[in-house]
């Protein structure tokens, strides 16, 4: 068996592996121990851990649809080993198979269970995929953890042949694969161990994204503008349901692409800069009148405030000025 920083996954596999039969040894958990906040939030920040613990969520990626009986136990006691291995770290993962599953949970419509499971993997600190049955939702799930920067655990069977497509995702991960279900035991126990610093350094960095910063900043845009939601997703191509989605979640839930923001921006005639940090002109200017500041000093000696709010404006309007003739050589006659 064998632990590795290299990549394994889901969408290429065998059906003939054996299922896990001999008992995993057991470990003695451990209790988490007291959470103690750092003082700057959003900055990596190393951690004591002799001192401190940070509870982590985890979601745990597998096939759930079309499996035969077989496929179907291997991955049930799999998981089961998998979920007791995270808890006695810490570490709460979460199961579509028990929320989400296509047999028990018929009732529940398809885009719901896009929208919960997504949501599910971009909050997690770590999403970990068994690789025992190719899967198009293990897939659609990787890729999800991949554009949130979610590390990845890997686990495959050695009898497995995991698709390229997923062992060549160039994101933090780590690959677990074991013959005997001691080795897997032995191993997680191991990995988890030896990751919870990045993990904890992760969580910490992250919470400045736990706000709602893009999505509020494209509905005011919009309401500027006097432009229905209807209207401003039909122009950027995305559902009502997915813009209203984006508008009312968290940076991290919403998590949207380069390319959209690109395209509500230009729609909303703005830049990706406003939608992202809406301050950002207040700290141009404030650049800018440090700038000018620190250059008249250095020739006439100290500003007062009204010199240098006339400096900057004069500095600015030749940057416009500048603009309009740019704009105009390059416009065609």
Request: charged share 25%.
């Amino acid at each position: 068996m064998k632990t590795n920083a290299r990549e394994r996954s889901p969408s290429g596999a065998r059906d003939d592996a054996p299922s896990p039969s001999r008992q995993p040894r057991t470990h003695k958990a451990k209790a988490p121990r007291a959470v103690q906040k750092p003082a700057v939030r959003g900055q990596l920040t190393l951690l004591n851990h002799e001192a401190m613990s940070l509870p982590l969520t985890g979601y745990l990626a597998c096939a759930l649809t079309g499996l035969d009986p077989a496929s179907k136990q291997t991955i049930s006691m799999v998981s089961h080993e998998v979920a007791r291995i995270c808890a006695e770290h810490g570490v709460d993962l979460y199961e579509p198979r028990t929320k989400t599953d296509p047999d028990n949970n018929k009732e529940i419509p398809d885009a719901e269970v896009w929208a919960l499971d997504r949501e599910k993997v971009v909050n997690s600190d770590l999403l970990i995929h068994l690789c025992q049955v190719p899967s198009t939702g293990s897939g659609q799930e990787l890729e999800i953890a991949y554009n949130g920067l979610v590390p990845m655990i890997l686990i495959s069977h050695s009898s497995r042949t995991v698709s390229r497509m997923v062992t060549g995702i160039p994101s933090l991960k780590y690959h677990i694969e074991y013959t005997e279900p001691e080795e897997l035991d032995d191993e997680l126990h191991t990995l988890l161990s030896r990751i919870r610093p990045v993990l904890e350094e992760r969580k910490l960095a992250f919470t400045d994204f736990d706000t709602n910063i893009v999505g509020a900043s494209v509905r005011r845009f919009r309401s500027e503008r006097g432009m229905s939601l209807e209207t401003l997703a039909e122009a950027v191509q995305l559902s009502p349901a997915s813009l209203s989605a984006l508008e009312e979640s968290t940076d991290r839930t919403a998590n949207c692409s380069l390319l959209q923001l690109r395209r509500i921006a230009s729609v909303l005639g703005t830049t990706v800069a406003e939608l992202v940090e809406p301050d950002s002109t207040g700290r141009m200017i404030s650049v800018l009148e440090d700038w000018v500041g620190h250059r008249a000093a250095a020739r006439r000696g100290s500003l007062t405030d009204q010199d240098r709010s006339v400096l900057v404006r004069r500095t600015l309007q030749r940057v416009i000025d500048s603009l309009d003739n740019t704009d105009g050589t390059n416009a065609p006659s």
